[in-house]
Structures are given as C-alpha cells and as structure tokens.
C-alpha cells in the first residue's frame, strides 16, 4: 500500500497563487506515474496534470494549461502542483494519486493509489 499525503490547499481570490505538495515516503516512489485530479461539488473527478516516471512527460487539461505547472523531486518523494492566476472554477478538492506505470494518462480508472485531498477554494 502506498501512502500519498497531500498539502497547500486553501482560499485565494480569483488571480491568486498556490502550491500543492504530495509527500510519499515510498521507496518505490520513483517508479509511479504521477497525477493530481480534482473534484468540484456535483461534478466528476477530473484530471488536472500527469507526470511520468522519470518525469519526462507532462500533461495537463486544456483548461489549466499555462497556468499549472506539475513536478516531482524523487529523491524527496514529493510531487508539486505550482497553479498560478488561479480562477474561481479551479475551486475544488485536489488529489495525488500515483499509478504503477511509467505513463498513465488521466484517466482515474488507471490510477491505484489516492491521497486523502487537499481543498482549493478560489473566491471571485
């Protein structure tokens, strides 16, 4: 079992900036695909960002782009989300997960392992 721990969350106003951290005291932390997703009230959990193992890949939904930016230090364990000029329908629940592959798209199905989320609430 692996255990992700998710951080930074918390209320900004609309052009506001936060920084998520997943901490994941695993040693096979650097092997995993890994994404954070988000849920809004009502509304399906989406994919925000992925990264791939070694971190050579990034992904992100169309609706972020240029304004999120995901990261990892594997020799800290940690996975980052640097969001910048935040918009009031970014405000949701913010998950890491972590998926045993090298590449795992966003899809949720793919994923294994979720922290426990961390909430995001930008105001206009």
């Known amino acids: 079992q692996v255990q992700l721990v998710g951080s930074g969350g918390g209320s900004v106003q609309a052009g506001g900036s936060l920084r998520l951290v997943c901490a994941a005291p695993?040693?096979?932390?650097?092997?995993?695909?890994m994404a954070w997703f988000r849920q809004a009230p009502g509304k399906e959990r989406e994919g925000v960002a992925a990264?791939?193992?070694?971190?050579?890949?990034?992904e992100y939904v169309d609706s972020v782009k240029g304004r999120f930016t995901i990261s990892r230090d594997d020799t800290a364990k940690k996975l980052y989300l640097q969001m910048t000029n935040l918009e009031p329908e970014d405000t949701g629940m913010y998950y890491c997960?972590?998926?045993?592959?090298?590449?795992?798209?966003?899809?949720?199905?793919?994923?294994?392992?979720w922290g426990q989320g961390t909430q995001v609430t930008v105001s206009s």
């Open positions: 997960a972590a998926a045993a592959a090298g590449w795992a798209d966003m899809y949720p199905a793919n994923y294994n392992y």
């Open positions: 695993e040693d096979s932390f650097h092997t995993y695909c």
């Open positions: 990264i791939s193992r070694g971190g050579v890949h990034t």
